[in-house]
């Protein structure tokens, strides 16, 4: 009876911050609990990677503010804490998806940021210049890395499925369209949405027009391509993919003439009819600079990041129903905590989730 009204005595909002500081490979335990415990531990949190001068990129998790509209744009700015999770020296951010990234240095590696845990991928030493992506398959519950040379001819492009077998290989699989994927140091180009990844690319040809930009659909089950026309975008460089209520969008963030930013999203309603809807948002004000879309989460919020940390340093949420914008003010805690406060290039994802499920 003592250890329930203990329990019954946590205040509710300081449930969520005790569970998910809790070792990685305790969570799949915890969440047996309840299905209260259960919501919490899979609830998606705001991934947060910096990059020093140093070449150092620390990676930072914290939570999505569950009531952003109490307070207004001009009141004092909640705050929430942003959790270490871990350091890495001289990486390359390849993907993300779900509590895994993909980082290739000297070598290729998957990481599970909840657990510690990695896996080194077979080299592939013969291709100089490449392309990867990760993706995730809910119903067989695999991961997938899918490889491809520059250019991607029809038989450039490599599977590796991620699992339990010590022996990891990599298997050839083909695409009928030679195309070069969107490549950008800082932005991952590549969103993986109820098992099939979406990127940008552009298709091989003799003339500008014979190159159009196409949004690439791999089905992560079963391996197989699906093309359609990124025509509807003003500037597929520089367009964000969005996971948007399930469904593949993009984003392009601009400047209007009273230099507030303007938000034109597209969502993708029928992939085979190739259809799309298209929505257009001004922001409520207009002295938010030099930020870039991180996503949308699942309540339909549009999420806003710094592309370099400040202090304060703060992210934006904002909802196209209510057309409302919150600032939110992230602190780093615990070890390296001291990067917010110093200049960082900031990268950050919006579907991070502490899991303890992995690769091997």
Known sequence: MNGRKNYDS???????????????????????????????????????????????????????????????????????????????????????????IYLCSNERVIYNLSTGEYVNLPDLKRYRKSNSFLGYDPLNKQFKVLFMAYLSGPDDHRILTLGPSKKKKWRKIKCRLIHQPLYDRVRINGICINGVLYYIGKADGYTAEERPYMIICFDVRSEKFKFVKAECFGDPKATKLINYKGKLGGIDLTYNDSDAIELCMWILEDVERKEWSKYVYTLPLNNIRNVFVVGVITTGEIVLSGKVTSTPFCVFYFSPERNTLQ??????????????????????????????????
């Open 327 to 360: 600032r939110v003010e992230i602190r780093g805690v615990g070890e390296y905590h001291e990067a917010f406060e110093t200049e960082c290039t900031v990268r950050a994802f919006v579907d991070y989730v502490v899991d303890s499920k992995f690769i091997t």
């Open 10 to 100: 946590i205040p509710t909002d300081l449930i969520p911050e005790i569970l998910l500081r809790l070792p990685g490979k305790s969570i799949a335990r915890f969440r047996c609990v309840s299905k209260l415990w259960l919501s919490i531990l899979t609830r998606p949190r705001l991934l947060v990677a910096l990059e020093r001068a140093n070449e150092e990129m620390l990676f930072f998790s914290s939570p999505h503010p569950q009531n952003p509209y109490d307070n207004p744009y001009d009141k004092p700015s909640p705050v929430v804490a942003a959790d270490f999770l871990m350091k890495f020296v001289c990486p390359e951010l390849r993907a993300f998806t779900s509590g895994l």
